[in-house]
């Protein structure tokens, strides 16, 4: 089993920045592929960002220039820099982790962001 605990969600005016962490425990040598999901109200849980072991990223259109996600290795832990921030970002976001072939198989508990107008 893995366990996932997230970080750094919060409240911030558009335009601003939050830094998201995720750290992973338990059976790490399992993980291969470490990303974030985000589910606003009333709407299904979406792609953000998938790091996978060959280190490509993958990001959702919605996002691409204004977050970046990152990952060392050495302390199991994924990040994610969200910059440019709009308040169609606000939503629960989730840590995810799993094989490169099944990704989401574990979920971290999820972190508030919201960006005010």
């Known amino acids: 089993q893995v366990q996932l605990v997230e970080s750094g969600g919060g409240l911030v005016q558009a335009g601003g920045s939050l830094r998201l962490s995720c750290a992973a425990s338990g059976d790490v040598f399992s993980i291969s592929a470490m990303g974030w999901h985000r589910q606003a109200p009333g709407k299904q849980r979406e792609l953000v960002a998938l790091?996978?072991?060959?280190?490509?990223?993958n990001y959702a259109d919605s996002v691409k220039g204004r977050f970046t996600a990152s990952r060392d290795n050495a302390k199991n832990t994924v990040y994610l820099q969200m910059n440019t921030l709009k308040p169609e970002d606000t939503a629960v976001y989730y840590c995810n982790a799993g094989s490169d072939y099944y990704p989401t198989r574990y979920w971290g508990q999820g972190t508030q962001v919201t960006v005010s107008s």
């Open positions: 790091i996978t072991s060959e280190t490509s990223t």
